[in-house]
């Protein structure tokens, strides 16, 4: 009899195979249609999931503009926050990437000020009326007519003084005549000289001021010009001029560049969390943890490693449980997936770690025992609160009466600039049968029975952050925010 080949269950895994092989359209309602169903879930494999789409979706973007570039991004991040809108990381980034290409466009207009003027001759186009485009050391302020220049037909003459001779304002050897005479003022667009005697130096706006004029103090050689040259642009001017020949800065390979580099931080944010963990674990302390975390479980291990302690570890039933009890027997999720599939954990009992496991109920009980609590937050929010698997509520408060401090471990994708103004809008509910079970037909009819899956925990009740950064009080998480978020893309 023929093996039945079983399909495997839709999650992030097939989802990239998928995204490999398929249109970015078919991709994107593939996303969409898997958040709803919530079979991707979890801010990590949501993180990943989006931003390997953001990806394909920039690299098969064909236009070159950048303003439909930012709007094809923010059109998939409006579809992607509407398809499951509690799964923030979804939205960090699409906020993340939007501010990527907002800021590689900025650098390269700053860097190819004129590339737009450009002329179909290789050189900017110049104005006498207006000043010069170029980055000078004038201000802009400052009328054309305060520049020095090279004397003109019309501005000098010698008829002024010695009663009008028609000839006098031309050629070279008047102009020395009138500079013998009567020496330049010096201005502040001027140069010094040594003596009267001397000729006069002109700046480099006089220059841009009149283009078409000769300079008799030009070199090399004196009083010529290169016959490469354009007329009026002497080789000081072209010094000026970026070179028309250079290569325009790829907006589109340096946006891919730094998603890929977003890649890059979510597979290292977890080890550079755990790398903070000697400053925060000591020996003999008693650690209380709850659910099942990754970032946590690598936060311990790299900690187990040189010290030993007891860790507390709170089941969080009826959600999460099953992924606790994984994690305190095999060192990983039961439900892991993506990359972290071909690693083998060891779990902290392995390590000489003694890990207790008690239930949510007995949380105050314990409390007094315990030197540190550990949470791993679903969300942060920018004034310093987060959003938290359901139970993180009650340990903080315990730890609260307490005087316990509690430590949040989080990677800086899970940071939203989204402010908490209705917290009931912040949390989900599951499935209330695996709080009272449907064949209890008497109990069932006559409550109403609720299944939170998150809590929200405000930022007075945490003591400390530590991100992939570096760790912070919650009070400077709006800072972290303001660097990594523009302000015009916190609304999508």
């Given at each position: ?216 103090t030009a070199t090399p050689p004196l009083g010529t010009q290169s016959p490469v040259m354009k007329p009026g642009l002497t ?174 471990v989080s990677g800086v994708y899970k940071l939203s600039p989204v402010y908490p103004f209705d917290t009931e809008e912040l ?66």
């Amino acid at each position: 009899m023929p093996s039945v080949m079983l399909a495997p269950t839709p999650g992030i895994a097939t989802f990239l195979k998928h995204l490999k092989h398929n249109p970015v359209d078919a991709s994107i309602e593939n996303f969409v249609s898997l958040l709803k169903r919530r079979q991707i879930r979890s801010s990590r494999p949501c993180a990943i999931a989006t931003t390997h789409l953001l990806l394909k979706v920039v690299a098969t973007f064909r236009d070159r503009d950048v303003a439909k570039l930012v709007e094809r991004i923010r059109s998939v991040g409006q579809q992607l926050i509407a398809a499951q809108p509690r799964e923030m990381a979804v939205g960090n980034i699409v906020r993340r990437v939007l501010g990527l290409v907002r800021e590689i466009a900025e650098d390269d207009a700053d860097e190819n000020p004129d590339s737009t003027s450009m002329g179909d001759s290789g050189y900017l186009p110049y104005s006498n009326l207006e000043p010069s485009g170029l980055p000078t050391h004038f201000s802009n302020f400052s009328p054309p007519k305060h520049g020095s220049a090279l004397p003109q037909k019309s501005g000098l003459s010698q008829s002024d003084s010695n009663g009008g001779d028609d000839n006098s304002g031309q050629g070279a050897v008047a102009v020395e005549k009138q500079l013998d005479r009567r020496p330049p003022l010096l201005t502040s667009h001027t140069s010094y000289v040594a003596s009267a005697m001397a000729p006069q130096v002109t700046s480099l706006f006089g220059l841009l001021s009149h283009p078409h004029t000769p300079s008799p103090t030009a070199t090399p050689p004196l009083g010529t010009q290169s016959p490469v040259m354009k007329p009026g642009l002497t080789s000081r001017v072209l010094a000026t001029i970026p070179d028309a020949s250079a290569a325009k800065v790829d907006i589109k390979a340096e946006v891919l560049e730094g998603i890929r580099e977003l890649l890059d931080e979510l597979d290292q944010a977890d080890d550079q969390i755990a790398a903070y963990a000697l400053d925060h674990i000591h020996s003999n302390e008693i650690i209380l943890t709850h659910t099942s975390s990754t970032t946590v479980q690598r936060f311990l291990l790299a900690a187990a490693r040189k010290r030993k302690f007891t860790v507390i570890h709170a089941e969080a039933y009826p959600n999460d449980y099953l992924e606790t009890h994984a994690t305190i027997m095999q060192g990983r999720q039961k439900s892991a997936v993506g990359d972290d599939e071909d690693e083998r954990w060891s779990p902290l009992t392995a390590l000489g770690i003694t890990v207790i496991m008690i239930p949510d109920s007995a949380v105050f009980a314990i409390m007094s025992r315990v030197n540190k609590v550990i949470l791993s937050p679903h969300t942060v929010l920018a004034n310093g609160g987060l959003v938290a698997a359901a139970g993180a509520l009650t340990i903080a408060q315990a730890a609260s009466v307490h005087k316990t401090p509690v430590i949040a471990v989080s990677g800086v994708y899970k940071l939203s600039p989204v402010y908490p103004f209705d917290t009931e809008e912040l949390i989900e509910y599951g499935d209330a049968g695996r709080v009272a079970e449907f064949q209890d037909g008497e109990m069932v009819e006559s409550i109403e029975v609720v299944n939170p899956l998150f809590d929200y925990v405000s930022a007075d009740l945490v003591d400390l952050y530590i991100t992939n950064l570096g760790g912070h009080a919650p009070s400077y998480l709006y800072r972290i925010v303001a660097d990594h978020y523009r302000a015009e893309d916190v609304n999508l």
